[in-house]
């Protein structure tokens, strides 16, 4: 069975910093794109950025410049570094993994439970 737990929410102030990390674990052979939505209620969930395998990154234009998302394949995690924080980053922070369990090339999307990110003005 495969988990996919994020890390490192809480409470900052607007121009501040945080990290979050995210960790899969469970039956791994291979794990193709990682990434990171964020969602706040009554709004549909938005990519903030992704990773490929092989470190190929895309962001939303709107944090683009402020956040840096990074991974370690050996440690199958995932990390989203967010700096110059702004109050309309206050959202739920949800990491997804695409995660070959077997070796067969079928690959499933996993959702972690989310971390919550509160950045006040």
């Known amino acids: 069975q495969v988990q996919v737990v994020e890390s490192g929410g809480g409470l900052v102030q607007a121009g501040g910093s945080l990290r979050l990390s995210c960790a899969a674990s469970g039956s791994i052979f291979s794990i193709a794109d990682m990434g990171w939505y964020r969602q706040v209620p009554g709004k549909e969930r938005e990519l903030v950025a992704v990773i490929s395998s092989g470190g190929s990154t895309n962001y939303a234009d709107s944090v683009k410049g402020r956040f840096t998302i990074s991974r370690d394949n050996a440690k199958n995690t995932v990390s989203l570094q967010m700096n110059s924080l702004k109050p309309e980053d206050t959202a739920t922070y949800y990491c997804?993994?695409?995660?070959?369990?077997?070796?067969?090339?079928?690959?499933?999307?996993?959702w972690g439970k989310g971390t919550l990110v509160t950045v006040s003005s």
């Open positions: 997804t993994a695409d995660i070959d369990a077997y070796g067969g090339r079928y690959y499933v999307n996993y």
